[in-house]
């Protein structure tokens, strides 16, 4: 309905694997962002990409590596998770307008169902 | 089908005055609801929570309250202010952590 998907959407591995979550947007937006939504906690934006480019990196952990081959895809690949890395992982897709005569411009965002990990 | 709804797309209030922005959920099951402000090619930011055992919480100029009965909750900001100018997500999750996001109101505080 929101068109982004992702898979999988269930992921149980190991701290020794090495797994990718796959986001796919069919919304001709322009950016996509990878979340972490850990139980109870608020959202942490992860990354952030625009036309491509990423353009955020929140203090995010090298075992995380995002991936944007083109504006419709997304990727995160995992390797040597720990525990706590066990989350529900959220795409969203957006299209970023340009700044409007008021200074202020929006976009609306839409998620992906996300993808839940587990981390033995 | 919504689980989640923001039925206003846009909201325009005169600054100094109180914004209201409005959430309706279906599903029972949610139990921790959560507002995220949004600005233009940013992520969104956590702003404020409830649990479902309590129908207030306040934090500085935002206060959600949360009516079970009608599932129905409401973020208030007051005064509001220039900077106050984004889009407003609203958000529940069920025992199960899964979430689920409103689309989103426009607010326009007005000079």
């Known amino acids: 309905e929101t068109g982004v998907t992702q898979t999988p959407r269930h992921l149980v591995m190991g701290m020794t694997n090495k797994k990718s979550l796959k986001c796919e947007q069919h919304?001709?937006?322009?950016?996509m962002y990878w979340y972490k939504q850990s139980a109870k906690k608020p959202l942490e934006l992860m990354f952030v990409?625009?036309?491509?480019?990423?353009?955020e990196n929140n203090s995010v952990p090298s075992r995380f590596s995002p991936e944007c081959p083109n504006s419709s895809h997304l990727f995160l690949h995992l390797h040597t998770l720990q525990p706590e890395d066990s989350a529900l992982y959220l795409c969203a897709s957006s299209q970023v307008l340009g700044t409007g005569a008021e200074g202020v411009s929006t976009d609306t965002q839409y998620f992906g169902p996300g993808t839940r990990l587990t981390v033995l | 089908d919504q689980q989640v709804k923001q039925n206003s797309p846009s909201l325009s209030v005169q600054e100094g005055r109180i914004s209201i922005l409005n959430c309706d959920y279906t599903?029972?099951?949610?139990?921790?609801f959560l507002w995220y402000k949004k600005y233009p090619a940013e992520g969104p930011t956590f702003l404020i929570s409830?649990?479902?055992?309590?129908d207030k919480n306040e934090d500085g100029r935002f206060t959600v309250f949360l009516n079970k009965s009608a599932k129905h909750l409401s973020l208030h900001i007051v005064p509001s202010q220039p900077g106050d100018s984004a889009v407003y997500f609203c958000?529940?999750?069920?025992?199960?952590?899964?979430?689920?996001f409103g689309k989103g109101t426009r607010l326009h505080i007005l000079p």
């Open positions: 919304l001709g937006h322009n950016a």
């Open positions: 958000a529940a999750s069920d025992r199960d952590d899964k979430i689920i």
């Open positions: 599903n029972s099951m949610f139990d921790y």
């Open positions: 409830i649990s479902s055992i309590k």
């Open positions: 990409y625009n036309f491509k480019e990423q353009t």
